[in-house]
């Protein structure tokens, strides 16, 4: 019988325990992006052939069917909506809004938000759509 010491221990890594950590955090992050993707404002585009679904670097102007206003993510009320374009237009640099407005809002209110979009600097004004479900010619 030889009881003496074979060497010093052998170091292990258990891979069980890292996989699980990495599984966990991979669920996390996949999770976590898409509350970031899905907007909080429930609002209808319209539809058309020619929509375009690349925004890059712009300021998003939100126009739900109720009235209500958003820059962003932030409420605005009508009156406080020229202050705050003239805010997102100086600290952002951004010179492209898109404004996202639901099919049932008048047009009046559309052309009323690119008015003051204008008036606060902002160059170039975009109308944000769907493209259609089932194109028909």
Do not use: C
């Not at 429930?42 to 058309?48: D, H």
């Amino acid at each position: 019988m030889d009881f003496g010491a074979k060497g010093p221990p052998r170091p292990e890594i258990n891979l069980t325990q890292l996989i699980d950590v990495v599984l966990l955090l991979l669920i996390f992050f996949m999770i976590s992006t898409s509350f970031v993707a899905q907007p909080g404002i429930n609002i209808r585009l319209p539809q058309a052939k020619t929509s375009d679904t690349s925004q890059g670097d712009a300021t998003r102007l939100t126009l739900t069917a109720a009235g209500l206003l958003f820059v962003g993510d932030e409420k605005v009320k009508w009156e406080g909506l020229s202050a705050a374009l003239v805010f997102e237009r100086k600290h952002t640099g951004r010179g492209l809004l898109v404004i996202k407005a639901d099919e049932n809002v008048k047009h009046g209110s559309v052309v009323r938000v690119m008015d003051t979009a204008k008036q606060a600097g902002f160059e170039r004004i975009a109308i944000a759509t769907t493209p259609y479900a089932s194109v028909e010619d």
